[in-house]
């Protein structure tokens, strides 16, 4: 290095730098350009995006930037009154900033203004892409072509339990028309933000997941305006709902210009209490039909029992015409049935009584003749009897003879006379030595008396 060469600080450039920027850039400019990153920091109001522009996916340039408090305040409050959401990542904006250069912090831009409407328009742009995607890709109506469920009963709502919306559907659908029975069953989501898209696809993840346990599927959001809507005209988020297997109603609170999901979805209605009369609407024209149909139905009847009551009033004077005529010819030939009898009665009363007169001897010889018999019988039967008695008579008394003498020969006196002796322990006979024990007192009975001793030794028989 020559000594005429300079040397240069790293701050003498940064300065140099400084200087050439302000002098250059002494005014701001209008940026189009995407927000990476927000970075905003609550406590102290400022805000320090991280700025890129992108083609075909690839970064071409970034850049920090800074959004004073004060600033970020007012640029927040057009972007909800204009475009109806905040300022988020991922967002088009058109930016008004001044560039600047610090030797210590590099270079950044400072945001003074952001141009809503176009941010505005850059939205209303990717709309319409999407849109024309979804029917570029054939998916636009095929859950709005789905068949409307006679009966919505079961119903699985996407919503926030603690939100007003989701409060007035269920005062509605589960209290003030309890008696329909409708089946509710909630699965929680976010709905406003750039958060809304995952959560509510997760939610309908979960719902296909069980769809054969509900007839109809319905996201409902309840107040805040159209504020955060943005999420409904998200790509991934409509094709979910316009391919859903089962018909989805929208009720998310605005009225003018429908989001992707309303317009994919099988039905849109503004508000959530306008979701819940829609599927009150299906019970109660299907109630009103039975009802008709029941009125039909009583009137047939009522018209079929009179005109089967004229007949039958019919058939009944044509049965009694009919009877009335069948007696009428029975009495005439009961009549001469009557005469007929009247006549032939003599002649054929004396046939009946010579015929019984005949029967009558007949009779009467028969039962002589079978008394005579019964009596011959009676005998034989009775001669029969008195010898078969006296001969079991003679044989029961020999019986009892022997059984007497037997007896007699048995006595407890006899067998005492012949030497035999009776012994008791107290009142009770001893049959064996195994009811003896020494010391024991013995009654020993003769046939002339009785006599007491005491065991002393008791000897078993080993035969026995």
Not at 8 to 27: E, N, P, W
Not at 95 to 119: C, E, M, Q, R, W
Not at 430 to 442: A, E, N, P, Q, V
Request: aromatic share 10%; glycine share 4%; net charge positive.
């Amino acid at each position: 290095m020559s000594s005429k060469t300079s040397v240069f600080t790293l701050l003498d450039i940064g300065r140099s730098l400084q200087r050439m920027v302000s002098a250059h850039y002494h005014k701001p400019y209008w940026i189009k350009t995407e927000i990476a990153k927000l970075n905003y920091y609550d406590k102290s109001g400022h805000c320090y995006p991280d700025l890129v522009e992108k083609q075909n996916g690839q970064i071409l340039a970034q850049m920090r930037a800074t959004i004073w408090a004060d600033n970020y305040q007012n640029i927040s409050k057009q972007f909800l009154n204009l475009a109806k959401k905040p300022l988020s990542e991922g967002m088009t904006v058109l930016i008004l900033a001044k560039v600047n250069y610090h030797p210590n912090y590099g270079f950044s831009l400072n945001i003074i203004d952001i141009d809503a409407s176009f941010t505005l328009g850059e939205m209303a742009r990717e709309k319409q892409e999407s849109l024309k995607r979804l029917k570029s890709e054939g998916i636009y109506d095929l859950n709005r072509s789905m068949s409307s469920p006679k009966l919505p009963q079961r119903i699985a709502v996407i919503s926030v339990q603690t939100s007003k919306g989701y409060q007035d559907f269920i005062n509605i659908i589960s209290k003030t028309y309890a008696h329909f029975n409708f089946e509710i069953e909630l699965f929680p989501a976010l709905l406003q933000g750039d958060k809304a898209i995952t959560s509510i696809a997760k939610a309908l993840e979960s719902i296909e997941n069980t769809k054969d346990d509900f007839d109809v599927v319905t996201i409902i959001r309840g107040g805040g305006g159209d504020v955060g809507l943005s999420c409904y005209d998200s790509f991934i988020l409509a094709s979910k709902v316009a391919r859903f297997p089962l018909p989805v109603v929208t009720g998310i609170g605005h009225s003018t210009n429908e989001t992707l999901v309303e317009l994919v979805a099988f039905k849109n209605k503004i508000t959530p209490t306008d979701v819940a009369y829609y599927f009150i609407a299906a019970f109660q024209n299907c109630f009103d039909e039975l009802k008709a149909l029941t009125n039909h139905f009583e009137t047939k009847v009522d018209g079929m029992l009179k005109e089967k009551n004229q007949e039958l009033l019919n058939l009944h004077k044509e049965f009694k015409t009919q009877v009335n005529t069948l007696l009428k010819t029975h009495d005439y030939e009961l009549k001469a049935q009557k005469q007929r009898i009247k006549s032939n009665l003599p002649s054929l009363v004396l046939s009946r009584l010579d015929g019984l007169e005949q029967l009558k001897y007949r009779m009467d010889w028969l039962v002589k003749n079978k008394l005579h018999n019964q009596e011959d019988q009676l005998l034989l039967y009775f001669k029969s009897i008195q010898r078969e008695a006296k001969s079991t008579t003679k044989q029961q008394h020999q019986e009892l003879d022997y059984l007497s003498k037997s007896l007699d020969l048995l006595s407890p006196e006899r067998l005492l006379k012949r030497g035999y002796t009776l012994n008791l322990l107290g009142d009770k006979i001893i049959t064996s030595t195994t009811k003896l024990k020494t010391g024991d007192r013995l009654k020993t009975i003769f046939a002339d008396g009785y006599a007491e001793s005491d065991v002393v030794k008791i000897q078993t028989d080993e035969k026995n």
